[in-house]
């Protein structure tokens, strides 16, 4: 965050957090978080203050940094800043297993208005045309989770008949909109997918997943709401092991054993890629990018509309 992108409504809070970002810029780390403290005595109901104290606190191995974030957490149980991810990253990143909903609209936001220049001129971002290269012929019905401002749609929009976009960003549906890509657009939190009332042919979900971490829940839902035989292609930052993990980017990276194993088992056949998938601060951030077909097994109605025996 910037350091004040939020006031804290009190004139003289707001000018001791100044002069405690000029001593910061001045190398003095202690005397800023101190000046911060001095702040929100003042104003002891300042979130995104206390925000700010924890960030430099744990950025420059001062103490109680998990303290100044546990207060935001506790003034804003939404956590909009994120103050559970910060947490999370101090403890554990291993234990925390997805973003507050509030955190991740809220970013995307703010970011809507600049996100092509910055992901696609800035950081080389190339998930969609990675995803695009690996998908064969036609689909009568696909859905992008997670569209953004559209840069998986573009790519998609030649091969769907029906072209459907969902996000948890206003901003970003409305950035989408603009372009006049998809058919529909419908805001939606992925956190919270319910029954899945309809199917389609294709879901994709472009860097997505690098905001939600454990994927059952999701995988789940796309495994109902894929008819047999249809295509799930996705793309993850890549990490060793066999889990997922909180990065210290605040982004969720992958292990293919993990990805694997959760494909199998909700029933799907999946074929994976490696790549580099964008940049970050002048390094290649290495992908996952898969490809899930949804097995038909006995009974399932196969695309042609005849029932599978086998």
Not at 21 to 47: C, F, M, N, R, V
Not at 111 to 118: L, Q
Not at 157 to 179: P, Q, T, Y
Not at 186 to 195: F, I, M, T
Request: charged letters at 25%; a negative charge.
């Amino acid at each position: 965050m910037t350091p004040m992108s939020f006031s804290s409504g009190d004139l003289i809070a707001d000018r001791r957090a100044d002069y405690a970002e000029a001593l910061l810029t001045a190398g003095d780390a202690a005397a800023a978080a101190d000046l911060y403290l001095q702040a929100l005595d003042i104003a002891p109901g300042w979130t995104a203050g206390w925000f700010r104290l924890g960030e430099i606190r744990e950025a420059h191995r001062l103490p109680d940094a998990a303290a100044a974030f546990d207060r935001a957490l506790a003034l804003d149980p939404s956590d909009v800043l994120g103050a559970r991810l910060r947490l999370d990253l101090i403890a554990d990143p291993r234990r925390a297993e997805t973003m507050p909903s509030a955190f991740v609209e809220a970013l995307f936001d703010q970011y809507a208005g600049h996100f092509d220049e910055k992901l696609v001129g800035a950081l080389g971002y190339r998930a969609p045309q990675l995803l695009r290269a690996g998908l064969a012929g036609r689909y009568a019905r696909a859905l992008d989770l997670g569209c953004g401002t559209g840069l998986m749609g573009a790519e998609l929009r030649a091969i769907a008949g029906d072209l459907e976009g969902w996000d948890i960003s206003a901003e970003m549906l409305r950035e989408a909109g603009a372009k006049g890509i998809y058919d529909r657009l419908e805001k939606v939190d992925l956190a919270r997918l319910a029954g899945a009332d309809r199917q389609w042919d294709l879901i994709t979900a472009a860097d997505v997943f690098a905001y939600v971490g454990a994927l059952e829940r999701v995988v789940g839902w796309v495994a109902l709401a894929l008819a047999p035989g249809g295509t799930f292609a996705f793309s993850t930052e890549a990490c060793p092991g066999d889990d997922f993990i909180l990065q210290r980017s605040r982004r969720y990276a992958h292990s293919e054993t993990y990805l694997r194993g959760l494909l199998d088992q909700a029933g799907f056949t999946a074929r994976f890629g490696r790549d580099t998938v964008r940049m970050d601060r002048g390094a290649p951030i290495e992908g996952l990018v898969v490809f899930a077909r949804r097995r038909i097994e006995v009974g399932d109605r196969a695309p042609d509309g005849d029932l599978a025996q086998v």
